[in-house]
T-cell receptor, first 115, second 110 residues
Framework: GAVVSQHPSWVICKSGTSVKIECRSL??????MFWYRQFPKQSLMLMATSNEGSKATYEQGVEKDKFLINHASLTLSTLTVTSAHPEDSSFYIC???????????FGPGTRLTVT | QKEVEQNSGPLSVPEGAIASLNCTYS??????FFWYRQYSGKSPELIMF????GDKEDGRFTAQLNKASQYVSLLIRDSQPSDSATYLCAVNSSSYKLIFGSGTRLLVRP
């Protein structure tokens, strides 16, 4: 399957600071990338869909000004959690869709802890 | 009604047995169906996808799709303890978004 990387794999930050998470598709061009959040023992929750060169589409209830998404190239999308609070602590996972198929491949995830 | 439904489990099977995981979906227009495996603390890994009615086999895994009944299943033959994980069923919506079920936890007993 396709390879998707995420950086960092884990991060601890203080309340009120911002954190940037990078998602890269390493061996294919990803027209569309997706950002998910997963709380312990819960299923994946789609936060937003990121299309290269255009604004991200956010799911209902997700604050676009708090979770800034940039998809500047076909291989890189970033998620910035602004003014993080402890309730933002979660497992953030990106996925990439190959331009020529429907399959989504997930990155390894970033575990964010806000103290 | 949830769009994609799965029994949360856990489904417990002995090593070497066949594990059968089921999933139903509500959108009749869905075209693409996926099974992901997620180990605790890890991200999901794509293990099977199926687009047409019938069976699709890949090694020990077989995906089965029945669009008329709106269900998709995953069979794991010769189950191993390393197969113990949560299995997520996902269905393509009209866009490229995937709708995930809440997952079925599988336990394979040695």
């Amino acid at each position: 399957g396709a390879v998707v990387s995420q950086h960092p794999s884990w991060v601890i930050c203080k309340s009120g600071t911002s954190v940037k998470i990078e998602c890269r598709s390493l061996d294919f061009q990803a027209t569309t990338m997706f950002w998910y959040r997963q709380f312990p023992k819960q299923s994946l929750m789609l936060m937003a869909t990121s299309n290269e060169g255009s604004k991200a589409t956010y799911e209902q209830g997700v604050e676009k000004d708090k979770f800034l998404i940039n998809h500047a190239s076909l291989t890189l999308s970033t998620l910035t959690v602004t003014s993080a609070h402890p309730e933002d602590s979660s497992f953030y996972i990106c996925s990439s869709r190959d331009s020529y198929s429907y399959e989504q491949y997930f990155g390894p995830g970033t575990r964010l802890t806000v103290t | 009604q949830k769009e994609v439904e799965q029994n949360s489990g856990p489904l417990s099977v002995p090593e070497g047995a066949i594990a059968s995981l089921n999933c139903t979906y509500s959108d009749r227009g869905s075209q693409s169906f996926f099974w992901y495996r997620q180990y605790s603390g890890k991200s999901p890994e794509l293990i099977m996808f199926i687009y047409s009615n019938g069976d699709k086999e890949d090694g020990r895994f077989t995906a089965q799709l029945n669009k008329a009944s709106q269900y998709v299943s995953l069979l794991i033959r010769d189950s191993q303890p390393s197969d113990s994980a949560t299995y997520l069923c996902a269905v393509n919506s009209s866009s490229y978004k995937l709708i995930f079920g809440s997952g079925t936890r599988l336990l394979v007993r040695p």
